[in-house]
């Protein structure tokens, strides 16, 4: 855990939570204490209360009558493993450094593609994959642990000059080469061993960014 240990009933209602917004619910303390087996709302309040002033969750309504509805922070996500990593930024165009390790994650649910354990997402620099429709500012899916097929796109890794490219690859295995191709004229091929090339993930999916919007938009899978 990225978190300190919470106690048992804290961490079974974060947990509660968590799976509800992964089915797209957004829960009540009701609907919680009712799941949980205690006798009603009142006896989830204090976990609730000590996992907002923890920061791990966001807790509207609950005033006057009101419903409360309840929602994981960022600290609440990254205490259970949830949503996807940002692993950095990675050129697409020349060689650039590797993605560096990053707190940030996707937490909104409309931000999610189908994703598995493992997966990882990076943020692109540059315009050389313009033409295969990926923009500098959007937000990739790698999976890693894949062979890619040929002309998948992929982040490799140059172990030997401590960097990384986001390439379409061709890879020759019988004669131990790899081809990293872009999809913009200004940016030539590059043909290398496989010996120095390490295939870091290969795309599965691609999270649109608007210029100018913070938010990501339009997600879709390649």
């Known amino acids: 855990m990225s978190e300190d240990a ?22 009540s303390a009701a609907v919680l204490a009712q799941e949980m087996g205690l ?13 907002q002033i ?22 609440g996500v990254r205490y259970l493993l949830e949503g996807l990593p940002v692993l950095g930024r990675i050129p697409a165009g020349a060689i650039g450094r590797a993605p560096q ?22 943020e ?22 894949q062979d890619p097929q040929p002309g998948e796109i992929a982040a490799v890794h140059i172990p030997s000059a401590s960097g990384g490219a986001l390439k ?29 090339v390490r295939i870091s993930g290969v795309m599965r999916g691609l999270i649109r960014r608007c210029p100018g919007d913070e938010k990501a938009t339009s997600p879709r899978a390649d």
Request: net charge neutral.
């Open 6 to 27: 919470l106690p048992r009933r804290q961490d079974a209602l974060l947990r509660l939570i968590a799976r509800h917004q992964k089915d797209g619910m957004v829960p």
């Open 39 to 51: 006798a009603g709302e009142s006896s989830v309040t204090p976990a609730l209360r000590a996992l």
């Open 54 to 75: 923890k920061g791990y969750l966001h807790v509207e309504g609950g005033v006057r009558g009101r419903q409360r509805f309840i929602r994981l922070t960022p600290r």
């Open 101 to 122: 390790a990053s707190s940030r994650v996707v937490v909104s649910l409309d931000e999610l593609l189908e994703w598995e354990v493992g997966d990882y997402l990076v």
């Open 124 to 145: 692109v620099e540059g315009d050389s994959l313009v033409g295969a429709g990926i923009c500098p500012g959007d937000l990739v899916l790698l999976r890693p642990g």
């Open 168 to 196: 379409r690859v061709f890879v020759d295995a019988q004669g131990g080469k790899i081809c990293l191709k872009a999809a913009h004229p200004e940016h030539p091929d590059q043909q290398m061993s496989l010996s120095e």
